[in-house]
């Protein structure tokens, strides 16, 4: 796999200011968090002190305000020579050195994740400088992934699935569900990750909650059971879903193992360049419903995924924006039967101009476990 050097941060610089200007913006500030491990290489520790990386999009270097105590960190990243360092010491005003950067008057998009007494103190200092958030103006600044990043997306995948394929052999029935979801979170890092971002095992009626939490319900014969994974690698994400059951399952689960499935594959034949993302959620649920399972199916069909495991993109009825080559987002339907079980099958997909390509490959058949 080629490295990410020096040489990509001063594109993604690049593209940003460029982003920035399309967006009738005067600069980016970067807070710290997934955008500015992107732009910057560098994931401070979140603290209350001040530190914004600042992309002029008129062409004026970029700029990095930091803590003098974190300067050196700051200047150790692959992207330093591309930014200019100001440093502020404990004791001094640190909003002056960034408000010295802003135009009165001017229109700066700012990270979601910037903390909200830093805004307010730039607000109050430049009472006529419009502020506007990147999910408003930029939704799409980091949705569009290079070849390294696709690479490193696939590695992370490649990880996920290897996982999967080794929980199959552990035992379920008789085990609480979050043992289960220990073995996931070690079979991550053995296969590479070093971070776990999440583990859900939702087995029985838990499946039936989405965003279950791994308990200690102890798994029978009979469940169903949801397992969704995925953390970072190499600082990009997996997340797959794949359902499995405890025994045989009943003619009804495996109908609806089957539906799933379906809808599953129509997400991946409607994505194409071109296409709103919209129609992909559209296209999964036309599936479900027509199935009988429409108010079963509670969420979104899809989400980008990066330098984090949830981000812009979002396929959702009502987002119009077009699918891009290189985007990369899940394509994951489900049906939730309160009360019962749930199934979800989940792939990370990368947009290329022959239409999408699976970064998860292990199998989408409904696996008996014990
Ligand atoms: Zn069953
Ligand atoms: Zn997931
Ligand atoms: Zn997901």
């Known amino acids: 796999m080629q490295e990410i050097t020096a040489q990509h941060f001063v594109e993604r610089l690049a593209r940003g200011?460029?982003?920035?200007?399309?967006?009738?913006?005067?600069?980016l500030l970067i807070a710290p968090g997934p955008d500015l491990a992107y732009f910057a290489d560098y994931l401070p520790p979140v603290t209350e002190r001040l530190t914004m990386l600042v992309i002029p999009s008129d062409g004026a270097p970029t700029t990095m305000v930091v803590p003098v105590l974190e300067h050196d960190s700051a200047a150790a990243t692959r992207a330093a020579g591309s930014i200019r360092l100001v440093t502020w010491a404990d004791g001094e005003d640190e909003h002056a050195p960034l408000v010295d950067q802003l135009w009165s008057g001017g229109r700066y998009g700012i990270s979601d994740s910037a903390w909200a007494m830093h805004l307010l103190a730039l607000q109050h200092a430049l009472p006529d400088v419009r502020f506007e958030a990147f999910?408003?103006?930029?939704?799409?600044?980091?949705?569009?992934?290079?070849?390294?990043?696709?690479?490193?997306?696939?590695?992370?995948?490649?990880?996920a699935d290897a996982?999967?394929?080794?929980?199959?052999?552990?035992?379920?029935?008789?085990?609480a569900e979050s043992e289960v979801a220990a073995d996931l979170d070690r079979l991550l890092r053995e296969h590479g990750h070093s971070h776990v971002d999440f583990t859900i095992v939702g087995s029985g009626p838990n499946g039936a909650n989405p965003h279950h939490e791994a308990g200690n319900r102890i798994i029978e014969p009979g469940d169903?059971?949801?397992?969704?994974?995925?953390g970072l690698m190499d600082g990009y994400g997996s997340d797959t879903t794949r359902t499995v059951h405890v025994g045989e399952p009943t003619d009804e689960e495996h109908e609806v193992f089957e539906v799933v499935k379906r809808a599953q594959q129509a997400a991946f034949d409607a994505v194409a360049v071109g296409v709103p993302l919209q129609e992909i959620d559209r296209a999964a649920r036309a599936v479900i419903a027509e199935a009988g399972y429409g108010k079963h199916?509670?969420?979104?069909?899809?989400?980008?995924i990066g330098t984090t495991t949830h981000e812009p993109p979002y396929l959702v009825e009502g987002e119009e924006q077009s699918v891009v080559a290189g985007m990369c987002f899940s394509l994951e339907p489900g049906i939730y039967l309160p009360g019962r079980f749930g199934v979800r099958i989940e792939d990370i997909v990368v947009a290329t101009a022959d239409g999408a390509q699976r970064l998860n490959n292990s199998s989408r058949e409904l696996h008996i476990v014990s």
């Open 17 to 27: 200011a460029a982003q920035a200007r399309d967006a009738g913006l005067d600069a």
């Open 135 to 159: 999910s408003a103006v930029l939704p799409m600044l980091r949705a569009v992934k290079d070849a390294d990043e696709i690479d490193r997306l696939a590695a992370a995948g490649a990880a």
């Open 163 to 175: 996982t999967f394929e080794d929980i199959l052999s552990v035992s379920f029935a008789g085990r």
């Open 224 to 230: 169903m059971v949801v397992l969704d994974f995925g």
């Open 297 to 304: 199916f509670v969420h979104r069909v899809g989400h980008g």
